[in-house]
């Protein structure tokens, strides 16, 4: 343990083989070794001993909108990387829409990394936009080093960021497959969408009845067939309905290069419990049944749904009106997705090693930066979140870091408190109090 600067020792240590009592050695802000728990902590080396507090990679939280520059009284990259350290997350790639510019040229990425360097308080990753118009902008973009691109199959919410019909989709998807690169879709089909009941006005059914099933089933169903004919790899983003579970599986024993995440609040609310009026809770797609929520698990389980990730997408307040059509649809997750996915995880079974492969290295691997992230073993950035799984707290959104406090999980009590959270080998955040940013600007490694 000779080149150790410092050693972060604990009973439980969650590691890609499993928890067990161990010491990390950290140098130069990466993991050098993982040791016995008693190993000899070296002279000129800070012992760190977190007793029982269990010490897992940084989450790696691959859907964000930080909205910033341009929405940044929404967001933006201060207030959200404070909001995601306070919760145990260590990575996020930002959404390339919610901000002005959105993310869709090799300019608009500079601006916006430009805007990100002095205040991200963890890493940050960029995501780049596919729009009807900017297919001559993709390879740039995957070249400057942005993840993979958004799309959407249905109207995004913003007008800057117009959506893409069946012809444009096969468009981006080949030339994004001509590089090797990965397109990540808002799946739900505009057609279906128009024809179901568009009611409005403050009833959550209503709201449900306005966003079925089958406009998530059909676009799913249409994004595997042309991923299998372009051989493209694709991601579904928030997958909301059940009934697309067997397709997706389906796409998988037929070789589709195709992965799927969900989202702490499908994972964890129900449209029965969701108040008339309530629209912190609106969200595209939307919270669906208990009943929808159990087989989201089961997939979760069985590995037809890879990973978790928050979709954190807030606004201001104002536009969190009581009438769900015209509501702001996003819900602010950040710091409150572990121990959401946690509480309603251990309630099923599930242990937190199960969590941290959903929300560190299955999407750590999504990004490819899996040399990096998402596991605590030699050679990784020594990023850590330490929690205390066992502790409780109750929601109150005056604690919450992120810029406008609505949250649809006030007055919930969560299971696990982030006691600290470590960014390449250095306590960014604990007991409330931050470091100044120390978050690096990342690039898919190419
Ligand atoms: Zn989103």
């Known amino acids: 343990m000779s080149d150790a600067e410092l050693v972060l020792r604990s009973t439980r240590v969650i590691t890609p083989e499993g928890t067990r009592a161990a010491s990390v050695a950290v140098a130069g802000g990466k993991i050098t070794a993982v040791l016995p728990y008693d190993a000899e902590v070296p002279s ?49 790639v930002d959404m390339p829409l919610n901000s002005l510019p959105p993310t869709t040229t090799v300019d608009h990425l500079r601006t916006k990394q430009d805007v990100a360097a002095d205040k991200a308080h963890i890493d940050v990753g960029f995501w780049g936009g596919a729009l009807p118009d900017n297919v001559k902008d993709l390879r740039p973009l995957h070249e400057s080093g942005v993840f993979g691109f958004k799309a959407f199959l249905s109207p995004s919410g913003v007008d800057e960021f117009p959506h893409l019909n069946q012809d444009q989709l096969a468009q981006s998807l080949a030339e994004i497959a001509s590089f090797g690169g990965l ?18 006005g403050p009833k959550y059914a209503d709201f449900l009845a306005s966003r079925p099933r089958d406009a998530e089933d059909t676009a799913i169903a249409q994004l595997i067939a042309q991923a299998k004919r372009l051989h493209a790899r694709v991601h579904v983003l928030h997958l909301s309905s059940s009934d697309a579970l067997p397709l997706i599986a389906e796409a998988r024993r037929d070789g589709v290069r195709i992965t799927v995440e969900t989202c702490p609040h499908y994972l964890t ?16 797609p939307p919270i669906r049944e208990s ?70 290295a299955r ?84």
């Not at 040399?371 to 929601?395: H, Q, S, Y």
Request: aromatic fraction near 6%; glycine fraction near 10%; charge should be negative.
């Open 44 to 92: 000129g080396a800070r012992l760190e001993d977190l007793g029982d507090d269990v010490l897992l990679p940084g989450l790696v939280d691959t859907h964000v909108h930080v909205n910033d520059p341009g929405r940044t009284h929404w967001e933006g990259f201060w207030t959200a990387t404070r909001a995601a350290a306070a919760g145990g997350i260590t990575t996020l």
């Open 183 to 200: 397109l990540i879709v808002h799946a739900e089909d505009p057609h279906h969408l128009d024809a179901a009941p568009q009611q409005g």
């Open 269 to 284: 609310l129900t449209a029965e419990e969701v108040p008339d009026g309530a629209s912190e809770f609106k969200c595209c």
């Open 291 to 360: 009943a929808n929520q159990d087989l989201l698990w089961q997939a979760l389980a069985d590995g037809t749904i890879d990973c978790v990730v928050t979709d954190h997408s807030p606004s201001t307040a104002d536009l969190k009106t009581d009438d769900f059509a015209t509501a702001w649809g996003g819900i602010s997750g950040l710091q409150l997705s572990l121990a959401a996915v946690w509480t309603e995880a251990r309630k099923r079974g599930h242990g937190l090693e199960d969590v941290v492969r959903w929300m560190s």
């Open 363 to 446: 999407t750590a691997e999504l990004v490819g930066l899996d040399d990096r992230k998402g596991a605590i073993e030699a050679g990784r950035d020594a990023d850590f979140a330490v929690l205390a799984p066992d502790e409780t707290f109750t929601v109150d959104p005056a604690a919450l870091q992120h810029r406008n406090r609505v949250t649809a999980y006030a007055g919930k009590t969560l299971y696990g408190v982030v006691k600290s959270t470590w960014l390449r080998g250095e306590r960014i955040v604990a007991d409330g109090e931050f470091t100044e940013p120390q978050g690096q600007l990342l690039s898919r490694t190419p």
